[in-house]
């Protein structure tokens, strides 16, 4: 089984409708991180969570809430689904072996906002 | 703020070429500098790590090189596989940053 799991894979939906993504772990780790990635732009970081209570936005975190149900699990709202909001969103988490951080991600969900 | 560039975007090499992929990055205050490999579907899988002490680390055929002052890594692959086709990602970690930016990434493509 994967360590890193999204729920769904794919989706389609229109412009207004609130959407969650789900992510669930099996590793262990307090970190957990939504990221959203555009052709030609690389990785972004919407949200990260260091711990159930810490939850801090990152780049690009308008138009977007998140939520830490448990350790295990960290999902993505998008409150009013937005064309631009189109891609795909991968999350993962880490942990810091030996004091260094390594990012485990999952298989990402490919969001398509009509 | 960090800004990281690959270049190429994309590269087509016959099989069992050695080749190599940039990383530039903006601020030379880092604390690691990451590559990935992303598959399809598969997400991205973590290849080579670099602390900013160090000046390369390896792994199998995969070589990683940084040079802090000048504000660039290099992946160096050697005797390129068809199973090597795939998108190389660059991230940074910056110093006083909690997270990683990201390259836009190289698509790598080895034809048999």
Known sequence: ?114 | KQEVTQIPAALSVPEGENLVLNCSFTDSAIYNLQWFRQDPGKGLTSLLLIQSSQREQTSGRLNASLDKSSGRSTLYIAASQPGDSATYLCAVKSGSARQLTFGSGTQLTVLP
């Open chain 1, 1 to 114: 089984d994967a360590d890193v799991t999204q729920t769904p894979r794919n989706r389609i939906t229109k412009t207004g409708k609130r959407i969650m993504l789900e992510c669930s772990q099996t590793k262990g780790h307090d970190r957990m991180y939504w990221y959203r990635q555009d052709p030609g732009l690389g990785l972004r970081l919407i949200y990260y969570s260091f711990d159930v209570k810490d939850i801090n936005k990152g780049e690009i975190s308008d138009g977007y809430s998140v939520s830490r149900q448990a350790q295990a699990k960290f999902s993505l709202s998008l409150e009013s689904a937005i064309p631009n909001q189109t891609a795909l969103y991968f999350c993962a988490t880490s942990d810091m072996g030996q004091g260094v951080e390594t990012q485990y991600f999952g298989p990402g969900t490919r969001l398509l906002v009509l």
